[in-house]
C-alpha cells in the first residue's frame, strides 16, 4: 500500500479497499452493527460485531456466495443469549459461530438449559479494533462466556484480509479463566448459497477420507453428497461427518467461475457437511468442528465432549480462499 502511494497513483489508502462501521437502521435488524469490507481482490463482506464478530454476506466480484436465510440479520435486541429461538433468527451468512459450550439441539443438562447451537451467536463482541497492517485489514474482538459461580470462557477472535486478495483467515483464541476445567464445544457454521450452490456446483474433498450419514435420510445420500440437485418442495436436509482426511474442502461451480476453498486447524477434527436441497432453504453448509451436534449432554455420554483446563488456551483457525476458475 505504502509503495503505491509512493509511486503517485494512489491518492487515498480507500481506493483500495473499504474499512467503516455501519449501523442498521430500520426492519428487525434496527441498531445492529455491521464492519463493512471491500478489498482490491474482489471481496465484499459484512463482519458483525453484535454476533461475536461473525460473518454475514460475502459477495466475490459482485457475486453472491453466501446462503442468508429467510430472517436475515436481526438486531442484537431480538437474539436473547438465553432463549434464542434458532429457526426464527438464525441469519446463514457466511460464519455463524456455534458453542462455546454447547452444540447440536436445545437440551436440558441437569438444571441447565442449552439452546440450539449454544449461546455463542448472541454475545457480543468487546474490545473491537479494526485496522490496516501493510496491506492486511485486521478485526480484533473479545466474546465472553460466563456465569456467577460457574463457567469463564474468554474467546479472542482475529480476522484477517489481505487487501490485494479474496481471502479471510479467522483465528481465535479460547481461554478457560475459570478454576476449574470446562466441557466446550465449537462448531464453524460455513454457509454458502445460490449462485455459488446450484445443481451445477460440486464440493471438493479428499479421496482418503471417512464419511458418515447423520440420519437414515442422510444415508441415502451417500455417494452423491458432493454434488447438488434442483431447489425440491419440503425435502429433508442431509447432514454428513468426514473425518481422518486432510482439512481441506472446496465449493466448486463453474458455471458462474467461482472456487471457494475452506481449510481449518487440527483442533478440529471433524467437518459436519450439510447439505439442504429445499425450495426457499437451499444451502450447502461445511462446518468445521470438535464434536458430533449431538448436544452437550450426548457428547459426554459418548465420551466426545472436550475439555479445557483451568488457564488454558485452545486456538482453532478458518480460511476462507476464492478465486476465479
Known amino acids: 500500500m505504502e509503495e503505491l502511494q509512493k509511486s503517485g497513483y494512489l491518492c487515498h489508502p480507500q481506493q483500495m479497499y473499504t474499512l467503516r462501521r455501519v449501523s442498521i437502521s430500520e426492519g428487525r435488524a434496527k441498531n445492529t452493527d455491521v464492519i463493512e469490507v471491500c478489498t482490491a481482490g474482489g471481496l465484499q463482506l459484512d463482519i458483525l460485531p453484535d454476533a461475536g464478530l461473525d460473518i454475514g454476506q460475502v ?3 459482485g457475486i453472491n456466495m453466501t446462503f442468508i436465510s429467510k430472517n436475515g440479520y436481526d438486531s442484537p435486541a431480538v437474539i436473547s443469549p438465553y432463549e434464542t429461538e434458532f429457526l426464527k433468527t438464525f441469519p446463514g451468512g457466511m460464519l455463524y459461530t456455534c458453542g462455546l459450550r454447547s452444540t447440536g439441539g436445545a437440551h436440558r443438562d441437569g438444571e441447565e438449559w442449552h439452546p440450539l447451537h449454544g449461546r455463542y451467536h448472541s454475545l457480543p463482541a468487546e474490545n473491537i479494533c479494526t485496522e490496516v497492517e501493510g496491506n492486511e485489514i485486521v478485526i480484533r474482538g473479545t466474546v465472553r462466556e460466563t456465569a456467577l459461580f460457574g463457567h469463564n470462557l474468554v474467546l479472542k477472535r482475529t480476522i484477517r ?3 490485494f486478495a479474496a481471502e479471510v483467515t479467522v483465528r481465535d483464541e479460547l481461554t478457560n479463566m475459570a478454576h476449574s476445567p470446562e466441557e466446550y464445544a465449537l462448531l464453524y457454521h460455513c454457509n454458502f448459497g445460490y449462485p455459488l450452490v446450484s445443481e451445477k456446483a460440486h464440493v471438493e ?8 450419514p447423520r440420519t437414515p435420510f442422510a444415508a441415502t445420500g451417500i455417494g452423491r453428497e458432493t454434488t447438488f440437485d434442483k431447489p425440491a418442495c419440503g425435502e429433508e436436509e442431509r447432514v454428513f461427518f468426514h473425518e481422518n482426511m486432510e482439512h481441506k474442502a472446496a465449493l466448486v461451480n463453474p458455471d458462474i467461475n467461482a472456487r471457494m476453498e475452506l481449510t481449518w486447524s487440527d483442533t478440529l477434527p471433524i467437518l459436519a457437511h450439510w447439505r439442504s436441497m429445499a425450495s ?6 461445511l462446518e468445521p468442528t470438535n464434536s458430533y451436534i449431538m448436544g452437550r449432554k450426548n457428547e459426554r455420554e459418548n465420551g466426545t465432549l472436550p475439555v479445557i483446563a483451568p488457564f488454558e488456551t485452545v486456538t482453532t483457525q478458518v480460511k476462507f480462499c476464492f478465486e476465479t476458475l
Open 161 to 163: 484480509i489481505p487487501i
Open 280 to 285: 426457499g432453504d437451499y444451502v450447502c453448509g
Open 205 to 212: 474433498l479428499p479421496e482418503e477420507r471417512k464419511t458418515s
Open 59 to 61: 459477495r466475490f466480484r
